[in-house]
T-cell receptor, first 114, second 114 residues
Framework: GAGVSQSPSNKVTEKGKDVELRCDPI?????LYWYRQSLGQGLEFLIY????????KSGLPSDRFSAERTGGSVSTLTIQRTQQEDSAVYLC????????????FGQGTRLTVV | ELKVEQNPLFLSMQEGKNYTIYCNYS?????LYWYRQDPGKSLESLFV?????AVKQEGRLMASLDTKARLSTLHITAAVHDLSATYFC??????????????FGQGTILTVHP
């Protein structure tokens, strides 16, 4: 596709359930990012994949969060045993790192934990 | 740890007035980006600034970068209602001489009223 695609666009889940959020980056983009945006808050970095390098997981808030990127393309962010404080918009972005890193964002997945 | 701070966080402007949003960051980087986010939408790339003294202009918005001062500014000229949105700056720095990891400021919520 032409842009970064995320699915689902909205997800309502019960507390304690696991969820998977998917990101399909722009074809050929080597870098992929996950951010979290809570209501009225800024963008909280979660994880960063760059090519074949080990991902930078320094932003993951707890061990309930994990992410993988298969074949250097699609990424899945998994949240286990969801809590209400996990409710947020999860944004994925990708970029082609050459001289610079202009990231293009998807529309996000709005996660609501009830 | 890289810190990126914007001010003001909230900006209420009258149409036709000028104002500046400031973005300070805590480590050496010559790559800085500005994004716009409309309510309920994702982030749209506005400007890419890649060197000290870089200046970019698009319509009523002008962005500049001073890497020595670790400061970028987003200047709004003769504001119009359509500029109402949240504006984020982001710094590109992954540690050492590495780039590709974007750290965002808190965002500035701009409201332009008649």
């Amino acid at each position: 596709g032409a842009g970064v695609s995320q699915s689902p666009s909205n997800k309502v889940t019960e507390k304690g359930k696991d969820v998977e959020l998917r990101c399909d980056p722009i074809s050929g983009h080597t870098a992929l990012y996950w951010y979290r945006q809570s209501l009225g808050q800024g963008l909280e970095f979660l994880i960063y994949f760059q090519g074949n390098s080990a991902p930078d997981k320094s932003g993951l808030p707890s061990d309930r969060f994990s992410a993988e990127r298969t074949g250097g393309s699609v990424s899945t962010l998994t949240i286990q045993r969801t809590q209400q404080e996990d409710s947020a918009v999860y944004l994925c972005a990708s970029s082609l790192i050459t001289r610079y890193t202009e990231a293009f964002f998807g529309q996000g997945t709005r996660l609501t934990v009830v | 740890e890289l810190k990126v701070e914007q001010n003001p966080l909230f900006l209420s402007m009258q149409e036709g007035k000028n104002y500046t949003i400031y973005c300070n960051y805590s480590t050496t980087s010559d790559r800085l980006y500005w994004y716009r986010q409309d309510p309920g939408k994702s982030l749209e790339s506005l400007f890419v600034l890649l060197s000290n003294g870089a200046v970019k202009q698009e319509g009523r918005l002008m962005a500049s970068l001073d890497t020595k001062a670790r400061l970028s500014t987003l200047h709004i000229t003769a504001a119009v209602h359509d500029l109402s949105a949240t504006y984020f700056c982001a710094v590109d720095y992954a540690g050492g001489t590495s780039y590709g990891k974007l750290t965002f400021g808190q965002g500035t919520i701009l409201t332009v009223h008649p």
